[in-house]
Each structure stands twice: as structure tokens, then as C-alpha cells.
């Protein structure tokens, strides 16, 4: 199953035409099965030439007991935990969304550009 997001949009207790103004929520269908990583605080001292290799190949290698991956710039990394789009920065495109079509539920895309992300219309609901 793919995970999706939805942008729930209902107008605030301060609304008014002139001057709109809504409350947003962003919604995960299934949270732990959302992709995403995060960088790894722990110790790596222990990792090898070979292990950095294989994590940047895609492979998993288990560093104090835990599954990491290696991403350039930011080392080594570990699954993020929870939806990592609903815990990023979404709210700017999330207004937009809302001035042009008003309350309701839509569902979103996520967009990634290294660590930066957007939420655009999913297509189907433009």
C-alpha cells in the first residue's frame, strides 16, 4: 500500500473574505510506513572504509545495534521515525493550497529536493 498525505483545510475562527485565514492539518495514511531517514547523533568510530561503501550503495549496515544508511553530507543515517512529511516544513505551500480551493480535504504530494520538501496538489485533485 503507498502511503499518502492529505491537507485538511477549514476556515479559522478568524476568517473573513478580505482577509482569509484557515486552519490546516496535514494527515499521514500510515506513519511508520512513510520513508524517510534522519541523521544518526550515535557513535561511528567503529564503521570501516567498507562499511561507509556499503552504506552508500544502498546497503544496510548495523553500527551500536542499529540499521543506518550513509548519505553524503550528512553521514550516517537512520530511519526517521514517524511521517516525515507531516513533521517538515509544509504550512507556506499548505496556505497557498488553501486560498485557491477553500475548505476541505485534498491530497498531496510530497516533493523532495535533498533535505528540502514541498507539498503540491496531487494531480488528480488540481
Given at each position: 500500500m503507498t502511503t499518502t498525505h492529505t491537507l485538511n483545510v477549514a476556515h479559522s475562527r478568524w476568517h473573513n473574505e478580505d482577509d482569509p485565514?484557515?486552519?490546516l492539518k496535514l494527515t499521514c495514511s500510515d506513519p511508520a510506513a512513510?520513508?524517510?531517514?534522519?541523521e544518526c547523533i550515535?557513535?561511528?568510530s567503529a564503521a570501516t572504509d567498507e562499511d561507509v561503501d556499503n552504506g552508500i550503495d544502498?546497503?544496510?549496515v548495523v553500527l551500536?545495534?542499529?540499521?543506518?544508511g550513509y548519505h553524503y553530507?550528512?553521514?550516517w543515517t537512520v530511519p526517521f521515525k514517524g511521517c516525515p512529511v507531516v513533521e517538515n516544513d509544509w504550512v507556506d505551500?499548505?496556505?497557498?493550497i488553501?486560498?485557491?480551493k477553500g475548505p476541505g480535504s485534498y491530497r498531496v504530494d510530497a516533493e523532495w529536493d535533498d533535505e528540502c520538501m514541498t507539498i503540491t496538489l496531487a494531480e488528480d485533485q488540481s
Amino acid at each position: 500500500m503507498t502511503t499518502t498525505h492529505t491537507l485538511n483545510v477549514a476556515h479559522s475562527r478568524w476568517h473573513n473574505e478580505d482577509d482569509p485565514d484557515f486552519d490546516l492539518k496535514l494527515t499521514c495514511s500510515d506513519p511508520a510506513a512513510c520513508p524517510g531517514w534522519t541523521e544518526c547523533i550515535g557513535d561511528h568510530s567503529a564503521a570501516t572504509d567498507e562499511d561507509v561503501d556499503n552504506g552508500i550503495d544502498g546497503d544496510e549496515v548495523v553500527l551500536h545495534g542499529v540499521a543506518h544508511g550513509y548519505h553524503y553530507g550528512y553521514g550516517w543515517t537512520v530511519p526517521f521515525k514517524g511521517c516525515p512529511v507531516v513533521e517538515n516544513d509544509w504550512v507556506d505551500e499548505a496556505r497557498d493550497i488553501a486560498r485557491d480551493k477553500g475548505p476541505g480535504s485534498y491530497r498531496v504530494d510530497a516533493e523532495w529536493d535533498d533535505e528540502c520538501m514541498t507539498i503540491t496538489l496531487a494531480e488528480d485533485q488540481s
